[in-house]
Structure formats: C-alpha cells, structure tokens
C-alpha cells in the first residue's frame, strides 16, 4: 500500500505555472506507475499525465500536452506536476494516483490522494 499527499496547488493568473509535489510513503514507490487526474466543480475526474515506474514513459492527454510535464524521482519518492501556459479551464483539484500494474494507463489506479485545488483566473 502508498499513501500519496500532493501540495502545490494555488491561485495563478492565466499564462502562469504552478509546479504540483506528490509525496509517496508506504510500500517502494518505484513498484508504482504514477498518474495526475483532475476534477473540476460540475466534471467527472479526467486523467491529465501519467509515468511508467522507471520515468522512461509518459502520456498526455490532449488537452495538456505540451503544457504540462511530469516527472518523478525515485529516490525522493516523489512525483511532480509542471503546469505552464495555464488557462482558465485547467481549474480543478488535482489528484496523485498510484497504479501497481505497471505501465502508463489513463484509468485503474489503486490509491489516490487527497487532492490539491489550482485556482485559475482570467
């Protein structure tokens, strides 16, 4: 088991960056693919960025590609979140999520954290 807390989230004017943390502890964190999801107010959770347990591999959805980048550190246990060139729709609390299958999925993941709120105004 992981247990996942994320920070980093705010308040940024729109063209801004943010730079989300998630702080993994529990079980060795590079057993775990690692994903950012996102849920805005009124919107089902949608996957943003995944990375394959080595940081080899990532995937983006479409709507932040280019935008957002993640990475991870595997000594630190931890995994990131960079945000650039934020827009108003990129408003939601961001989730950490583990997936212990491995791989870069955009669904299935096991454990989840609390959630940080990115606030984005116009």
């Known amino acids: 088991q992981v247990q996942l807390v994320e920070s980093g989230g705010g308040l940024v004017q729109a063209g801004g960056s943010l730079r989300l943390s998630c702080a993994a502890s529990g079980r060795p964190f590079s057993s775990y693919a690692m994903g950012w999801f996102r849920q805005a107010p009124g919107k089902e959770r949608e996957f943003a960025a995944g990375i394959s347990r080595s940081g080899g591999a990532t995937y983006y959805a479409d709507s932040v590609k280019g935008r957002f980048t993640i990475s991870r550190d595997n000594v630190k246990n931890m995994v990131y979140l960079q945000m650039n060139s934020l827009k108003p729709e990129d408003a939601a609390v961001y989730y950490c999520?583990?997936?212990?299958?491995?791989?870069?999925?955009?669904?299935?993941?096991?454990?989840w954290g609390q959630g940080t709120q990115v606030i984005v105004s116009s």
């Open positions: 999520a583990a997936d212990s299958r491995g791989g870069v999925r955009t669904w299935g993941y096991d454990y």
